[in-house]
């Protein structure tokens, strides 16, 4: 065996790794999403001195965590058999019944100050539920008496934190209007505070952040991403087919985050699966149809942008799910405000972030497939192959839980 076969051989193992480890990790959670919760929070000033704050929380979650803060077993069996029940009647009157206990849980974690001084927190109305992201939701407004008037507000949110054993990576989205101030921030266990006086780079920034994190830590995202560039023969596809995906996502996401369309998420998780599982198995039929020629390219620099009509197909099936994928996205962010110069920046910095990431990882694989396809093109057939095949899998595995789990 020659040096540079077992180099290629080397380094088709070493991408044949990466991707039965991304695979792996994946393989214990049915949707990428799954294992995380988003708090939404709509803060206004009504009057002087008070901040209202509506705060959304997933109800189960709700339950769970403030009957082990307070070791309430009433509360939490109480909870259970209304969720299990189905009826929001029933899951608000739940809450009610323990309102203390929820309210103990929530205030401390949830804080209002005003030039630095703490802002008195009382229930505001009772508690109502209502459907989001095809979950209940528990909706409880607080009014936030503060000692002065201020035009300096910080909202820290603590929710759910990761040591509690339920979710992790609980992420707080805001849309504020207080005493002039307006915008929406992000809020994580990393990042659990923000101030009105931020300037507009600090709180794009964190939309930027907020999006980049969603990718990475996005497994279906990245597996779609990486079907991509497995079945991609040269730099020409991988590039647009990455800006027909963001050309398509960001439309969807747009329309989703402003509120305009609203699918429900038991749609959309399975069709993102199965978008995964269709794009690596593409690239898999072409391999089994072709063999050494899957690389091959028809009529180049005949049609429109040098791509023969696989390319084109192939972009199309791209668009289509792309579509799909910025509803997910779009269900992260969470914000469905009327439309607003702030909201358009808030999600056009979202995608940046996402783009950013989606980019850098082109950046590092494609080169190693490129250079591992020159070196010994079996080698780089059956490496791409693998990796299609463990993609489609995963995918297909999703699919199929997350459609008996809806």
């Known amino acids: 065996m020659s040096q540079r076969l077992r180099r290629a051989l080397a380094l088709g193992a070493l991408v044949c790794a990466v991707a039965a480890g991304l695979v792996a990790a994946g393989a214990t959670a049915a949707s990428a999403h799954g294992f995380s919760s988003v708090v939404y929070v709509d803060a206004s000033s009504p009057e002087h001195e008070h901040v209202r704050a509506e705060l959304g929380l997933e109800y189960d979650l709700l339950v769970v965590s403030a009957a082990d803060a307070a070791h309430d077993d009433a509360l939490f069996r109480d909870g259970t058999a209304a969720f299990d029940g189905g009826d929001g009647a029933a899951q608000a009157a739940a809450l009610e019944k323990h309102i203390d206990d929820v309210l103990a849980y929530v205030t401390p974690r949830f804080t209002v100050t005003a030039d630095g001084a703490a802002c008195t927190a009382a229930r505001?109305?009772?508690?109502?539920?209502?459907?989001?992201?095809?979950?209940?939701?528990?909706?409880?407004?607080?009014?936030?008496?503060?000692?002065?008037?201020?035009?300096?507000?910080?909202?820290?949110?603590?929710?759910?934190?990761?040591?509690?054993?339920?979710?992790?990576?609980?992420?707080?989205?805001?849309?504020?209007?207080?005493?002039?101030?307006?915008?929406?921030?992000?809020?994580?266990?990393?990042?659990?505070?923000?101030?009105?006086?931020?300037?507009?780079?600090?709180?794009?920034?964190?939309?930027?952040?907020?999006?980049?994190?969603?990718?990475?830590?996005?497994?279906?995202?990245?597996?779609?991403?990486?079907?991509?560039?497995?079945?991609?023969?040269?730099?020409?596809e991988i590039v647009l087919a990455a800006t027909t995906f963001t050309v398509a996502h960001s439309v969807t996401f747009l329309l989703a985050a402003s509120g305009l369309v609203d699918p429900p998420a038991r749609v959309v998780e399975p069709t993102i699966a199965l978008s995964i599982a269709v794009v690596a198995g593409w690239y898999v039929l072409r391999v089994a149809r072709f063999g050494d020629g899957a690389a091959r390219l028809d009529t180049v620099g005949q049609g429109?942008?040098?791509?023969?009509?696989?390319?084109?197909?192939r972009l199309g099936v791209v668009f289509s799910f792309g579509l799909v994928h910025g509803l997910g996205f779009a269900g992260a962010l969470g914000i469905d405000e009327p439309w607003s110069w702030t909201l358009l920046w808030s999600l056009f910095v979202f995608n940046v972030g996402i783009e950013a990431v989606q980019l850098a990882i082109i950046a590092l694989v494609f080169p190693a497939l490129m250079a591992l396809r020159r070196r010994s093109p079996s080698v780089g057939l059956w490496a791409t192959g693998a990796l299609a095949v463990g993609v489609a899998g995963m995918g297909l595995v999703w699919f199929v839980q997350r459609v008996a789990a809806a």
């Not at 429109?304 to 197909?313: E, K, P």
């Open 304 to 313: 429109h942008l040098s791509l023969d009509s696989a390319g084109w197909a």
């Open 124 to 236: 505001d109305g009772d508690v109502t539920i209502a459907q989001r992201d095809g979950v209940p939701y528990a909706f409880l407004v607080l009014d936030h008496a503060c000692p002065r008037a201020s035009e300096a507000h910080e909202v820290t949110s603590t929710l759910f934190p990761d040591s509690e054993g339920y979710v992790t990576g609980t992420k707080t989205i805001v849309t504020y209007a207080l005493d002039g101030q307006k915008g929406s921030a992000a809020l994580d266990a990393a990042h659990p505070a923000f101030s009105t006086e931020q300037s507009t780079g600090e709180r794009f920034w964190e939309f930027f952040r907020l999006g980049a994190e969603h990718l990475l830590t996005g497994l279906d995202h990245i597996l779609f991403l990486l079907a991509l560039i497995a079945g991609s023969r040269r730099l020409r």
